[in-house]
């Protein structure tokens, strides 16, 4: 059967085997060799409601030696992951921004799903604890890609596969998704327009984006501009403010039709640990006030849009 449709199994078949296709990095023969050493799991059971968990027969052993593994994939930005025992804390909790997603009660189950910029297909999993039908992760940085390959070993989902492309180099031109997922991505585009453009093409009649990102407050007009860095992040272009948004949707013939409340990021959430050991969230704040960033700018606040076609408006 059809991954998607034909034109997708076709472009997804020759990352069957070879999960990098013909992308460079240095680290792909490490990565191999490493994803060949994963152990096969006996017994297992896995639950991707509660989170991602993966529980089977293994000895202690066993599992020491899965996590000095799993540890070579480091940094580890999204999870957490769980395998008997074993916790990949990663940087991120995205279990708390999945549950910021499920407040929407959006239904997902039959649904085809494209998740772009999805990391290492945390949410991708979530999606398919949600019930939905197939899920397409698009993901360009490879480090990501070998994490997802490492997780989904053991996971052994065909339901759920990941393409290492850029939004913007995919040249399926049938819309084939249910929803678009775009997580984490707005502030980084330099055209958000082209941005949602893009994600709208690959949408179904019906079809419906969900989109996360920061908000900027609403004294910054229509957007927030760095000029330099973001929370200390390079490749911010504009932090929109919910009203800057509404007009950016509004003015493509987009609609928001439900949003979620607005969430500043703790450092609970996004922090530095044994499995992402590098600066986070923590060097990103101003010590004496945790409503700024370290240029003085509002901390991030992260909220979630539902975005329709009026055409396609029930
Ligand atoms: C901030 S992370 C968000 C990850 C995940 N969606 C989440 O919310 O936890 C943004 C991700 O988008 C990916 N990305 C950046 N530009 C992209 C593009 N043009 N197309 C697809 N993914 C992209 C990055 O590699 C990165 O993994």
């Known amino acids: 059967m059809n991954f998607i449709n034909s034109a997708w199994q ?18 792909i023969t490490e990565w191999r060799e490493l994803l060949s050493k994963l152990p096969t799991l006996k017994n297992k059971q896995i639950d991707l409601i509660d989170g991602v968990v993966i529980l089977c027969d293994l000895d202690k052993k066993d599992l020491e030696d899965v996590k000095s593994l799993l ?7 999204k999870g957490p992951f769980q395998i008997n025992d074993l916790i990949v804390d990663s940087e991120w909790k995205s279990n708390l921004k999945w549950e910021r997603f499920l407040e929407l009660n959006i239904d997902l189950s039959g649904k085809t799903i494209l998740d772009v910029g999805s990391g290492n297909g945390y949410s991708g999993f979530r999606m398919l604890g949600c019930g939905a039908k197939e899920v397409l992760c698009l993901e360009p940085n490879l480090m990501h890609v070998s994490q997802f390959a490492a997780i989904n070993h053991f996971v052994e989902s065909s339901e759920i596969k990941m393409l290492p492309a850029r939004l913007e180099e995919l040249n399926i031109p049938d819309p084939a998704f249910d929803l678009i997922f775009s997580m984490g991505l707005l502030y980084h585009q330099r055209n958000p327009e082209a941005h949602l453009k893009l994600l709208s093409s690959h949408l179904r009649e019906n079809g419906i984006i969900v989109l996360e990102t920061i908000i900027a407050p609403e004294d910054f007009g229509n957007a927030l501009i760095p000029e ?16 800057g948004l509404m007009h950016l949707a509004n003015n493509m013939g987009l609609e928001i039709i439900s ?7 703790t450092l609970s959430e996004q922090r530095s640990t044994e499995w992402m050991p590098f600066g986070s969230l923590g060097s990103a ?30």
Do not use: C
């Not at 076709?10 to 680290?27: A, M, S, T, V």
């Not at 540890?71 to 930005?77: D, G, I, Q, T, V």
């Open 10 to 27: 076709k472009e997804l078949e020759p990352y069957q085997k070879n999960f990098f296709g013909q992308k460079k990095d240095k680290r």
């Open 71 to 77: 540890l070579k994939f480091l940094p580890w930005r």
């Open 228 to 243: 330099e860095r973001y929370a200390n992040m390079p490749n911010v272009h504009f932090v929109h403010t919910e009203l």
């Open 285 to 314: 704040i101003n010590k004496d006030d945790r409503n700024l960033t370290i240029e003085n700018l509002p901390a991030p606040n992260r909220q979630f849009f539902v975005i329709k076609n009026p055409s396609n408006l029930a």
């Open 259 to 265: 949003k979620s409340t607005k969430q500043l990021t």
